[in-house]
Structures are given as C-alpha cells and as structure tokens.
C-alpha cells in the first residue's frame, strides 16, 4: 500500500491500492459506470463532474452495469486479484486511481488512451496514458483522510484531517464516507 503510479515504477503517482476490512469496494463519489472490456474480463471506473474519472482495477463480484449512475459510497464489487488488462497482483485489494479528462485534442491524437475509450486497451498502455491524464493523489482528500506521496514508489502517508492522525504506508486507517 502507498501512493504509486500505474505501473508501479515510472510516471504521475496517480494510485494507491486499498483492501478494506469488508472486502468491499465503493464508488468514491457519485458518477456514472463504466466497464470496460478486455481480454481478461471487466473492470471498472466511474466518471465524475468536472472530467474526473476514478478507477478501481483487481476488483471481482463486479455489482455494477455499464452506464449506471451511482452515489458515493455505492458497492461496485470486491477486492480481488483480477488482471482483465494486464499488470500484476500479489495479494487481494482495489488499485484506485485519479484521472483528469481534459487532453487537448493533440494530446488525444499522441496518446489514444487518453480520450477516456478504454475498452480493450492494456494496463501498460493505460499507464503510458497516465502521463497525459493521470492526476497526483498527493495533496487529495478522500473519506476523510489526506494522502501524501513519499520519495519512492508505494511510500508516503495519510492524515486524518478531524484530528490530524498521521498513518505512514503501509499502514491501517478507517475510511470516514
């Protein structure tokens, strides 16, 4: 656990990989559904105003449909191990991600991964989108807690902002939805 990038290795740290006590994971803000198709199987994002999207990759028990619009907090699935696109996994959790979509068209054009149509694309080619799209959790406040990168890969720490509780990664604290 920690803040990292995509690929775990290079680019924005625009990531962190999460495994809640219940094994359920929810939609951080409301938004509509996406799932996406690859080999492998589906996974999914959620996009939300103002061209934010949120990913959450490894999930199973997917409970959400393409197109559905849901509420903060709304279950999508569970923790898992699932590589539909790629990538690697050492133990059951959700990788969550942050993008911005806001590519200029030149930017799309480069890098196609960046016009927010990810069906069938790789977890290295959305990596390689992250340097385009991919948004910093450093400095990001979600369920109560503000996430904080460290200088290496999968580092950092997290504050509670009701009281200013310090959690270093890899570390346990109480989402507050």
């Known amino acids: 656990m920690g803040v990292h990038s995509d690929d775990g290795a290079t680019g924005v740290r625009n990531a962190i990989d999460l495994t809640p006590n219940d094994g359920v994971v929810r939609a951080a803000l409301g938004g509509t559904v996406h799932v996406w198709q690859c080999a492998g199987g589906p996974w999914v994002t959620v996009d939300h ?11 199973e028990n997917i409970q959400v449909g393409d197109g559905q ?93 009701r009281d200013g509780w310090v959690v270093p990664f890899p570390g346990t604290f109480l989402y507050e939805g």
């Open 49 to 59: 105003v103002e061209g934010w999207r949120t990913g959450y990759y490894h999930m």
């Open 69 to 161: 619009q849901v509420a903060p907090g709304t279950v999508l699935g569970t923790i898992g191990n699932a590589l539909p696109c790629g990538g690697s996994s050492s133990g059951a959790h959700v990788h969550f991600t942050l993008w911005l979509l806001t590519a200029s068209p030149a930017e799309r054009a480069a890098t196609p991964a960046a016009t927010g149509d990810w069906h069938g694309v790789s977890y290295e080619q959305l990596a390689g989108a992250a340097a385009v799209i991919g948004e910093p959790i450093n400095g990001k406040v979600f369920g109560g807690w503000q996430f904080f990168e460290g200088a290496a890969q999968y580092s950092g720490h997290t504050v509670r902002l």
